[in-house]
């Protein structure tokens, strides 16, 4: 397989690019690619060009970019909304829902959590996660690579607009509908957006219950099993990109 290198939109745009060093290193010293090999460049956000390598100098490879195109999109972008998650769970969902199509993740911090960020340690895991992002994205084979925002505040992010034509929450609570049961009315509404807020250990407080409710929030379940944070972020994204992208099959 023709090996696939991300850099910013406006590098694609070249005609001849300069890569990072630790795409570099990767190509030379890993893949033993040479001048005149064939590899893909893309920009994360569905475009991705056909190139050759020009030179290597230092270290530092150069391309020439032979083809662009674009990727076309899912049909629908879905958010992951996951409260941040202790130990190294966090850089599983990441790759994971990386892998099934994710558009956007925006981790949180919530009253239960167990995991306190402050914010030299919060940007440095943005920065980590974000290149779990990356490298997934290359893993798959995709030209689209999600944006890991900032860790925030949950309350802080429901007070603001979102953008998202539907917002679930996953819920114990009784009065929570069945995942199945809300997809086909997702359909039928003709969505471009989700998204899909996944609580901490402790499940979210009965104040950010509310706050999710007040936001547009409809609360769902899994059924009768109470799943582990990370099982229950997986699960709701493949349900989601199974039924409401137009490449899930």
């Known amino acids: 397989m023709i090996p696939r290198c991300f850099v910013t939109p406006d590098l694609w745009l070249h005609d001849t690019i300069t890569l990072p060093r630790e795409d570099s290193h990767h190509l030379t010293d890993v893949l033993r690619l040479v001048v005149g090999a ?16 020009t ?15 674009r990727q076309t999109g899912a049909g ?11 130990a190294q769970k966090m850089d599983l969902i990441i790759q994971k829902v990386t ?3 994710v558009c956007t993740i925006r981790p949180v911090m919530t009253e239960r959590g167990v995991v306190r960020l402050e914010d ?4 440095h895991r943005t920065a980590r996660w974000q290149r779990i992002a990356s490298e997934a994205a290359k893993q798959c084979r995709t030209s689209w690579i999600p944006k890991v925002f900032p860790v925030a505040p949950l309350a802080t992010l429901l007070g603001r607009d979102l953008a998202l ?3 679930l929450i996953g819920s114990l609570e009784s009065e929570s509908r069945p995942l199945k049961s809300c997809m086909q009315e997702l359909k039928d509404r003709h969505i471009g957006s989700v998204g899909l807020l996944i609580g901490p250990e402790g499940d979210f407080s009965p104040r950010e219950y509310e706050l999710a409710k007040q936001a547009g929030a409809l609360p769902i379940s899994y059924g009768s099993r109470v799943l582990r944070v990370e099982t229950a972020a997986l699960y709701g994204v493949s349900v989601l990109a199974y039924e409401l992208m137009d490449d899930h099959v």
């Open 165 to 167: 034509d539907a917002l």
């Open 76 to 86: 629908i972008a879905i958010t992951l909304i996951q409260a941040v998650p202790k």
């Open 38 to 53: 064939s590899v893909v460049i893309c920009d994360g956000q569905g475009g991705e060009a056909s190139a050759v390598i």
């Open 120 to 123: 030299e340690r919060a940007d």
């Open 55 to 69: 030179a290597c100098n230092a270290g530092i490879i150069t391309v020439w970019i032979v083809e662009r195109k």
């Open 99 to 101: 892998e099934m199509g």
